[in-house]
């Protein structure tokens, strides 16, 4: 069974009612997704920006071993679990975007399929010190035509002249490629709007 | 993820879903909005009962599963439950976007970017 570190807390489970309810006239849901490594900051961006307290829950596939699941030895059938944390932003009355943190390794490519289905769009977070965590996200982005832009965390600290991530990430011209602190409101704020933004380019252009 | 379902096994799981590992609305999008149309009622399943008190208000599916602990799987099988006997409602997503059809229509954008920048 495969899961991931989470940085966020489980709901109660006391029955009470959730913070902060939708309004009643709530009816489209949008979603975006941050996706990227381990520890790269995720759950640190999507709470930035989220109205509520990011919340953890699970997906689950059952599905005949593949060759990922070899190792665990198990005949037949297997299940793999991954864990992952979301936020909320209410738009207006009638809307509101979910963000999803979820892993960008190969492994979990069931929860892109399942959970990224209609997405906006992707930020793909990445820390130069594990730039290949992010190298299948994009492959898979591409591949899937999913807009997404890329965020280099650096926490404050400018330490790679982003044309260097650009030409080490062999990312198309036309990516957005922006720095951010994923810890800061306003920084992950304007990398949301520059996803926005690329998606809307993409729109007028009639690529999306 | 001390309260996570999969530290309480897979038996609960099946005990949830009486026995069932299949059969869920595929429709039901992680973030499907939900809304309780009714009040639990004596004898309904504790996990029914906890999502129709959840609904009152509309909430997402991803919402509802954290709320219950329980895997999205198993709470696609319990909604399905009260979408087919009335209980609750479902507000979908837009149809995922493809080539043919667009989602983002520019609308959808602008009230997106202007709630970002509200922020």
Known sequence: M???????????????????????????????????????????MVRAVSEIRPLTTEETMTRA?????????????????????????TLDATSVLYLFG????????????????????????????????????????????????VAHNDFGEADHPLDDVRAALDLDPAVPLLRCDARERDSTKQVLIALVEHVRTLVKEGRR | MSLSARQEGPDRLYVITAGRSGGADETLDAVTLIVAESEPTPGMQSEHAHILRLC??????????????????????????????????????APAPSPASPLTSPDVLEKVLVALHDL
């Open chain 1, 2 to 44: 495969h899961s991931t570190t989470s940085e966020s807390v489980p709901a109660d489970r006391t029955g009470g009612a959730p913070e902060l309810p939708l309004p009643d006239s709530a009816a489209q849901a949008l979603k975006l997704a941050v996706v990227g490594g381990f520890g790269v900051g995720k759950t640190t």
């Open chain 1, 65 to 89: 071993s593949a060759s990922v699941d070899d190792l665990q030895g198990v005949e037949g059938k297997s299940t793999t679990t991954v864990a992952f944390d979301f936020g909320r932003i």
């Open chain 1, 102 to 149: 979820a892993p960008g390794q190969q492994r979990f490519w069931f929860l892109w399929d399942r959970l990224f289905s209609g997405a906006l769009g992707a930020v793909v977070l990445v820390d130069t010190r594990r730039l290949e965590d992010c190298f299948y996200a994009i492959d898979r982005l591409e591949a899937q035509g999913t807009p997404f832009v």
């Open chain 2, 56 to 93: 009152v208000s509309p909430l997402s599916v991803v919402e509802v599963a954290a709320h219950l602990g329980l895997p999205l799987t198993v709470v696609r099988i319990l909604l399905t439950d009260l979408v087919d006997t009335g209980r609750v409602t479902a507000r979908h997503p």
